[in-house]
């Protein structure tokens, strides 16, 4: 007995010993906020103040050393979040992450990103005396010092990643890794393409896929003038991207006559996928001439949102469509060879190498025709029904990318002229640039290349090849839409459709006018508002739309047979105001019923895996008031069957699953169906997929308000088993007045770092999730009151 108790009391020690050396080993991976480093390549020490939430506010007596600072203390909280938006720019994750992202890996170098990138790198980075190039590789060197010389994050110790040091061309691949995510065209296209050729224009036309009648338009005002397999790969490979793609935002700023304190007022909420850590970096730089407070993506060398002492700015998406499929033909006599304007001509064709962990290398063919690369070859069940390889036009890659100049502009803007100059070197990707200044001016610039197309082309569907399809070239940017100073007194971007300018409407995948025609409605209500009532919009959960639809769904079951709970749910239902509040029944009813209506008209024709992918664009949202209402629309009837469904028997039919399949997960009191318990939100970490690393990498679950496309837009994809896990929404929420800087607020998902043992890892989630804001420290005097520690960066000239 003796021997066992020595050996337990020995086995206990043993543990406690190993847990010691395991956590003292994750101490030595933390940031360092405080103490002094030196560091090869600056000029002049510089302070970094860390305040309580870990924002880095960077005095420095030179732009370049305040820069350098930036890529420094950028790597030591997100190197990890780095070398995954590089890894899948480049199809380099199956180098670390093995076969399973060969597919994806593919994908991407077959797009040509990587080169694109290059391209642009070569051309306005490498070797430019520009004030923007230098200032872009300071920060990147600041970067590799800190690969250099910096703690490992435990992630690359995990997953067996080499720490390599970047190259100009690798701030453009964030540039890229924005355009993927805004490039709507890549979901929505092969599924439209898909149902015109398997179904007919009919169920094309029982879609919203054009603009609608009752459409928000974004005013403009100027004071001065095929099938199956290829869309279940496309889902697949989009869906296994280990960082999230950006999705949507919301912004409005009220100009001096409607703001409370006779200035702009400035909210942003920016619309991206839940990730850990967060997309958002924050950062503040000083330096002679400047004072800079601005939201940073990891590995990018400029504030992609922010605020100086003279103007503010933040970004939506445009959603214009830059992007087309084009069906292609073949020599018959050389598969190289395709037809355009009458004649045949020789392919780009050449060979790729991708090494995959644990796996021989592999070694596959890109090819390119005239409109762009063919993924025909990256697809390996792209539909057979046709030979024709299928290849895509994408303006992104058409031209070198110019957003680190504009970026730069924006740091460094005095006014709204300066976005508007700044906004204009934008071709892709698609963005609405919101601003306002100090002076009280305030504006909106549509900013994208806006390519035109021959007027028989709908460029939501796959085009022809041989030329008569072709885009035709580009309208001026002094086209393109915007709003200065209106006299309606504020501006305002939900990712819906911009108005026409010239008679024109550009072509899009715009989002449902929900959130739109809510912030006008609310903006309308009031004549003054402050920061504070600006909260109520950011927080807003109130749907018009969602009640209208819910109307329509209610109104097809008057005079059903229906029994007891039936009729509690309907009454429920009907009485609904589009409330989306957490502790609401009628979201969980509402979503649910909804659900299993679009999946029981729709699934049956497209089949699982494609009616799944339909479920994750942008065009199914905005289908439902128009499919509900649709009594004679094709896709009631169930193909599967003999008999002829019709609207009713679809609607009843999902009633009563959706009954059942709450009952069955929240119980039989329809009382206790809150919101909170099927819509809630976690943080993914790559890691947190491993069941036992989830609790110490993922941040959540949170119960939360909102739905989807409401103002505060949480999103989620519709799911007939009732539980609706939020996957995007707000990226950060952010409110400015123009003329007290120091009342700015702001908060992020989770927070600042990406390191699991800060204590900044995730100490906004639960300010985030309840709706509250923190302040940003402005003024030298409140950094320096307020600053939680001091971080010293000397130069080491040795």
Request: charged share 20%; proline share 5%; hydrophobic share 40%.
């Amino acid at each position: 007995m003796k021997l066992l108790k020595g050996i337990l009391i020995g086995v206990f020690f043993l543990l406690v010993v190993i847990s010691a050396g395991i956590y003292f080993y994750l101490t030595t991976t933390l940031p360092e906020y405080s103490g002094t480093v030196q560091l090869q390549g600056l000029e002049k020490e510089v302070s970094v103040f860390y305040d309580d939430y870990g924002v880095p506010h960077i005095y420095a007596e030179n732009d370049e050393d305040a820069h350098f600072a930036l890529g420094f203390v950028h790597a030591q909280d997100r190197l990890f979040q780095m070398e995954m938006i590089r890894r899948v720019m480049k199809g380099r994750l199956s180098e670390v992450l093995g076969s399973d992202f060969v597919k994806t890996d593919q994908f991407f170098r077959t797009l040509g990103l990587e080169e694109t990138a290059k391209k642009s790198a070569n051309k306005y980075l490498i070797g430019s005396d520009e004030k923007f190039a230098k200032l872009a590789l300071a920060y990147q060197a600041g970067v590799n010092q800190f690969i250099e010389e910096g703690s490992t994050p435990i992630e690359f110790t995990i997953m067996g990643i080499p720490k390599t040091k970047f190259i100009p061309e690798d701030m453009y691949l964030v540039v890229g890794f924005m355009s993927v995510g805004f490039a709507e065209a890549l979901k929505t296209d092969p599924v439209l393409s898909y149902i015109q050729q398997k179904f007919g224009n009919t169920y094309l036309d029982a879609l919203a896929v054009q603009s609608i009648p009752y459409t928000e338009f974004i005013p403009s005002y100027d004071t001065s003038v095929f099938s199956e397999n290829n869309t279940v790969a496309m889902a697949q490979l989009l869906n296994k991207i280990p960082v999230p793609l950006f999705s949507g935002s919301n912004s409005w700023i009220v100009g001096p006559k409607k703001s409370a304190t006779g200035t702009p007022i400035f909210a942003n909420d920016t619309h991206i996928g839940f990730s850990q850590p967060s997309v958002w970096y924050e950062a503040h730089l000083n330096y002679p001439g400047q004072s800079l407070y601005g939201n940073y993506a990891a590995g990018f060398p400029f504030a992609i949102l922010g605020h100086n002492q003279k103007a503010a700015w933040g970004l939506t998406m445009l959603e214009n469509d830059d992007m087309d499929f084009f069906i292609e033909t073949i020599n018959e006599k050389d598969s190289l060879q395709f037809l355009h304007d009458s004649m045949y001509y020789q392919i780009n064709s050449r060979y790729d190498t991708l090494m995959v962990k644990d796996a021989d290398p592999l070694i596959f063919p890109i090819q390119n025709s005239k409109h762009g690369p063919i993924i025909n070859n990256v697809l390996t069940n792209f539909p057979k029904t046709t030979q024709n390889p299928v290849s895509i036009w994408w303006e992104f890659t058409q031209k070198e990318s110019e957003l680190l100049q504009a970026c730069y502009q924006m740091n460094t803007a005095e006014s709204i002229m300066d976005f508007k100059f700044a906004a204009g070197k934008i071709n892709s990707p698609g963005l609405n640039v919101m601003c306002a200044d100090v002076l009280g001016n305030i504006g909106w610039f549509s900013a994208a290349r806006l390519v035109e197309r021959p007027k028989h082309v709908n460029p939501s569907l796959f085009l022809d090849g041989t030329g008569a399809d072709d885009i035709m070239g580009a309208y001026n940017y002094s086209e393109n839409p915007h709003t200065i100073n209106p006299p309606w007194n504020y501006v305002y971007s939900a990712n819906n459709q911009p108005d026409s300018i010239m008679g024109r409407l550009y072509p899009g995948y715009y989002l449902p006018e929900d959130r739109a025609m809510r912030i006008v409605e609310l903006l309308e209500s009031k004549e003054k508002w402050s920061i504070e009532d600006m909260k109520q919009i950011n927080l807003d959960v109130l749907s018009r739309k969602d009640v209208e639809v819910a109307k329509v769904i209610t109104g097809v079951l008057e005079g059903s047979d229906l029994n007891q709970k039936e009729k509690q749910v309907i009454e429920i239902l009907s009485d609904w105001d589009g409330d989306e509040s957490r502790e609401g029944v009628a979201p969980t009813i509402y979503y649910t019923l909804l659900s299993n209506i679009m999946d029981q008209a729709m699934a049956d024709e497209l089949g699982e895996v494609r009616y799944n992918e339909f479920n994750s664009v942008a065009l199914m949202k905005r289908s439902y008031l128009k499919f509900v209402s649709n009594e004679d629309s094709p896709w009631w009837d169930n193909v599967n069957t003999s008999e002829k469904e019709d609207r009713s028997a679809i609607i009843l039919s999902s009633l009563k699953a959706t009954i059942e399949v709450q009952t069955e997960r929240l119980g039989e009191d329809i009382e206790n169906w809150n919101w909170s318990k099927v819509h809630t939100l976690t943080h993914g970490h790559p890691l947190g997929a491993v069941k036992l690393l989830a609790p110490y990498f993922n941040v959540g679950p949170y119960p939360v308000d909102g739905g989807s496309e409401t103002i505060n837009n949480l999103m989620f994809k519709l799911n007939k088993n009732g539980l609706f896990p939020v996957t995007a929404g707000p990226a950060l929420r952010k409110l400015i007045d123009l003329g007290d800087l120091n009342s700015a607020q702001s908060v992020l998902p989770s927070g600042q770092s990406g390191n699991f043992m800060s204590n900044n890892y995730s100490n906004q989630g639960e300010l985030y999730a309840n709706g509250h804001f923190r302040k940003l420290l402005f003024a030298e005097d409140q950094v320096r009151m307020n600053s939680k520690s001091e971080l010293t960066l000397i130069p080491n000239n040795e």
